[in-house]
């Protein structure tokens, strides 16, 4: 059952960026665009498996691929307070930006089907460079609906990018536009459904 309303919680933010910089520690191709991935497909997918997301972060749009508005706040706060450290590398002649957990992740505000799919996710990734990563979170739907900058809709989760049509993408631009981040997932289902042929 897909919840009403998508509430940010700042508090599982800055725990699930300890959590994955911990679990990603020994990942060579752990820098900031990974890392922005992997949180979104976390709270994505758990809003596609359980109706709500881990964080309710709100992810826009960008150059690299989808990445929550709160982040900067989150990591800056988890600095400030010496819970974590932000490392430079250079990696394939680039600087990559790590985060690095300077003590463990509290994972009582996480339940437990939450950590398992935190661990799928990183599992899933583990191989993928970050250009690799941002390359396949720009075949999402939501990625691809969402303009320059503009939020991308939680319910897109349940739209199948293989089988996305212009129509598709221009309706979902639409239901954007008139609903924002509040439009659910049943609208995207209704919007897709009526502009199929033979809906």
């Given at each position: 059952?897909?919840?009403?309303t ?5 508090k ?5 960026l300890l959590l994955?910089a911990e679990?990603?520690?020994d990942?060579?191709n752990?820098g ?5 991935k992997i949180?979104?497909y976390i ?5 596609g498996?359980?109706?709500r997301?881990?964080t ?7 150059p690299?691929?989808p990445?929550p508005r709160e982040?900067?706040e989150a990591?800056?706060?988890l600095v400030?307070?010496?819970d974590?450290?932000?490392e ?12 690095i ?6 994972t009582s505000?996480f339940?437990?089907e939450?950590?398992?799919l935190v661990g799928?996710v990183?599992?899933?990734?583990w191989h ?5 990563v ?7 739907p939501?990625w ?6 503009g ?16 129509d ?5 631009q639409?239901?954007?536009r008139l609903y924002?981040s509040s439009?659910?997932?049943h ?7 009526s502009?199929r042929?033979?809906?």
């Open positions: 059952m897909v919840t009403d998508i509430s940010y919680d700042a599982k933010m800055r725990e699930l994955v679990r990603s520690v990942d060579p752990f900031k665009t990974k890392l922005n949180l979104y709270d994505f997918e758990a809003y498996r359980f109706g997301a881990v309710g972060a709100e992810y826009q749009r960008r690299y691929g990445v982040i900067t990591r800056q706060e400030l307070h010496g974590a450290r932000v430079t590398t250079n990696r394939f002649g680039y600087p990559q930006g790590r985060l957990a300077q003590r463990p992740a509290h505000v339940s437990a939450e950590l398992e799928d990183i599992a899933g990734l993928m460079t970050g250009a690799a941002s390359e396949k979170s720009h075949r999402e939501g691809k609906i969402a303009e320059d900058g939020t991308i809709p939680y319910g897109t989760v349940f739209l199948d990018s293989r089988r996305l049509t212009d598709d993408i221009r309706r979902g639409e239901l954007h924002g439009c659910q997932s609208d995207l289902d209704q919007a897709v459904s502009s042929p033979g809906a």
